[in-house]
C-alpha cells in the first residue's frame, strides 16, 4: 500500500495560509502591499471585531482585467516577477503570488476591480467560499480594486481558536498600517474600525529632494504618534568596495559581491534623551518594505554609543536605500526579515551614520576635526579645588563670561549702583547680561561666533523647540527669537548661578534654567579623554594577576579571539596563546575584577563579536574606561569654587558627546522660560 500521496489543492491552499497568514494583520499586511504595487494613490481600510469578521481594502490603483482577476486567484501567479533570476533583485513589496488563493482558502473572500484605463465601465466581481469559486460578476463600479475578507478562518477552527482578543489583534493591524504609512507618505491611508474613523491621513507632497521627503515624513510621524518629540535628520551615504577574496582570515558565509554598492540611509533618530524601554518605536526600512534584523538593531545602539542609559532603545525612522540585488527579501514567508549580502559592512555603515548624525549635532557641523585644529588638553584628575567654595562666600560682585567665549558673546559689565528695572545681580555667580530693548531700537545683528543648526526638528534634552522671548524685548525681537533654529545648549552663552546639594550646579542662559550634574560632567571629561589616548596608540593600563588562569574555549571562539589579542592588549587584557584552543590569563586593567576567569573571557569574546570587526580599541574598552573615569570624577559632595565650575563647563564644551555621561545618563538638563512660566500658571 503506498503512504504517500498528493494533497488535494484545497489542502495545499491552507497550508500555505498557515505560512503566510499568522493572524489578520497579516491579511491586511498582504493586500495593502498589493495595492502599493498596484499605485494606488488612496488606500482605505476597514476592520470589525479585530479583523475576525471583516477586512475591506479598496484603493485606486490600476486594477485588473477580467482575466487577470480570476488568475491571481492560481497560486504563484503573480505580475512580478517572471524568472527566477529575478528574485535577486525584488524591487516590489509582494512577489510569490501566494497571499490572494491563500487568503481566499481561509475565508469568505469577495475580488472586486476595474481596469484603470478600461473603456468599459463594467468591472469584476468575484466570490469565493474557503478555496471555492460561487459566483463571478461584472458589475459597475469605479476603477480600482476592493477586497472583503470575512469570518477569517471560519473553516479552520483550530486556528481560530489561537487568535487573541480583538484589541489585539487591532493593534497588530493598525501597527503595520502604521509601518505603510510612513513609508508610503505621498499615499492617503484611511483606517476605520468597527464603523469608527481611528484615522484618516493625507497626501503628502513628496520629491526626490531630501528635504521635501524629510518634511514629508515628519509631518506623517506627527500625525502618527501625537507628539513632537525631538528627532535628529539623517542622511547618510557610501560606497561598500567590493569584496577582496584575497583575505581568507576571517571566513564569511556572504556570497562574493563583484562590484561596489552604493548606500544610503536617511530618516530621523532620536535625539540624546528620547528614548524607549522597548525597540517599539524602532521603525526600520530597506527600499521603503518594513523590516527585521537584529543586525540593524545592534547597529543602532552601537551608532548611540554612550548616549543612551542601559536598558534603553533608541528611536527612530529610518530608511535604508540599497541595490535590491544586495539583500534577499525571499528568507521569511511573511516577508518579516532580510538578509544582507554584504551584513558586516551594512551593519558598520548605519552605526556610522547614526555616530555621525549625532556628533555633528553636539559639535555643531565640525565632529571631524581639521588639520590645524587642537583640542585642548582635558584635565585627567578632579578640578583644582580653590580655597573658597561655590555657596558659602563668594564676593557679590559680577563674574565674567565663561573661558574662550568669542568677544561679541562676553557679558557687559554691570553696573551695579546703576538703578534699573532688571533683576539685580545674583550673590552667587553672574550678573544678567541682557539688554532692555526700546521699541523703536532695531534689533542686534546676529552675534559671531553662533552657530545656527541647519536641522529644524533637532533637539536634546539640552535644547528647547522654541526660543522664549527675553523679559524687556520688543515684541519684533521676541517674533524674530521664535522663528530662529533651536541651537545646541553648549552653543549658546551661560552665567554661573550656584550649586546646590554640592553636586547640581545652576547656570542661566537666555533660554531658561539650566542644571549640570558635576560628577556626570566630569566623568565624560575623562572617558574621552581616556578614549582620545587610546585611538593614539597609547598603551592602557594593566595589573598583573598573582595567579595566571587558562581558559579553554570552544574551536570557534579561539580562532575568533586569536584574531583580537593585540587588540586586546592595548586595552590592558593580558591574553596569549597556551595550546590550540586554550588561553592564559595573565593581566587586567585595574578595577577589573574577573572572579570567573573563563566567564569573564566568554563575555569579553561574546561583546567583540557583537561590535563586530572593524571597531577600534577605543570601543571595545570603553566599559573599562567607563568603570575607570567614575572612580576618578568628581563626587557629590566635592566642592568646587566658581572657578573650577567655569573650567568645567568649558572643558564639557569641548566634548565629542558632552549631553551624557559614558553610561547615557545626562550631564545637562535644560528648562525654557516656557516651561519655567507654564509651571508657575503664568502660561497655559
Known sequence: MNRIRLLSEQVANQIAAGEVIERPASVVKELVENSLDAQAARVTVEIQAGGRSLIRVIDDGTGMSRDDALLCLERHATSKIERAEDLAAVATMGFRGEALPSIASVSRFTLTTRERDAESPEGTQIVISGGKILEVRAPRIASGTTLEVRQLFFNLPARRKFLRTEETESAH??????????????????????????????????????????????????????????????????????????????????????????????????????????????????????????????????GYHTALMKGRYPVCCLFLEIDPAAVDVNIHPAKREVKFHREREVRGFVAQAVRQTLLEFHSGESARS????????????????????????????????????????????????????????????????????????????????????ERGDAGAPALSHHVAPVRGSSAAEAGRSASFEPVPLLKVPLRLVGVIGRLYVVLESDRGLVLLDQHAAHERILFEQMLNRLEQNHQAPSQRLLLPETVELSARDANFLRGQLSTLTRLGVGLSEFGERTFLLDALPPFVKAADARRFVLELVDELKAVGQEVNSARLGEHTVAKTVCRHAVKANDPLAGRELENLVEDLRHCAMPYTCPHGRPTLIEMNFRELEKKFGRTQ
Open 173 to 302: 493591524i493598525q501597527h503595520y498600517l502604521t509601518l505603510a504609512a510612513l513609508a508610503f507618505p505621498e499615499v492617503a491611508f484611511t483606517f476605520q474600525k468597527d464603523g469608527r474613523l481611528v484615522w484618516q491621513l493625507p497626501a503628502l507632497k513628496t520629491s526626490p529632494d531630501l528635504s521635501a521627503r524629510l518634511a514629508a515624513l515628519r509631518e506623517r510621524l506627527r500625525a502618527l504618534s501625537g507628539d513632537d518629540r525631538r528627532l535628529l535628520p539623517v542622511d547618510f551615504s557610501a560606497e561598500i568596495a567590493a569584496a577582496d577574496q584575497s583575505d581568507e582570515s576571517i571566513p564569511s558565509p556572504d556570497p562574493p559581491s563583484s562590484s561596489d554598492s552604493s548606500l544610503r540611509l536617511w530618516g530621523f533618530i532620536g535625539a540624546p534623551g528620547v528614548s524607549r524601554s522597548t525597540r517599539e518605536d524602532q521603525h526600520i526600512f530597506v527600499n521603503r518594505r518594513p523590516i527585521e534584523n537584529r543586525g540593524l538593531n545592534f547597529a543602532l545602539l552601537e
Open 370 to 453: 581639521k588639520p590645524g585644529d587642537q583640542r585642548p588638553d582635558v584635565r585627567g584628575q578632579k578640578p583644582e579645588i580653590g580655597r573658597k567654595v561655590l555657596g558659602q562666600s563668594l564676593p557679590s560682585t559680577a563674574q565674567g563670561a565663561l573661558p574662550n567665549f568669542p568677544p561679541a558673546l562676553k557679558p557687559p559689565p554691570v553696573e551695579l549702583s546703576k538703578p534699573s528695572v532688571e533683576q539685580p545681580s545674583l550673590r552667587m555667580g553672574f550678573g544678567i547680561t541682557r539688554r532692555s530693548q526700546s521699541a523703536g531700537e532695531p534689533p542686534a545683528a546676529p552675534q559671531p561666533g553662533f552657530t545656527e543648526p
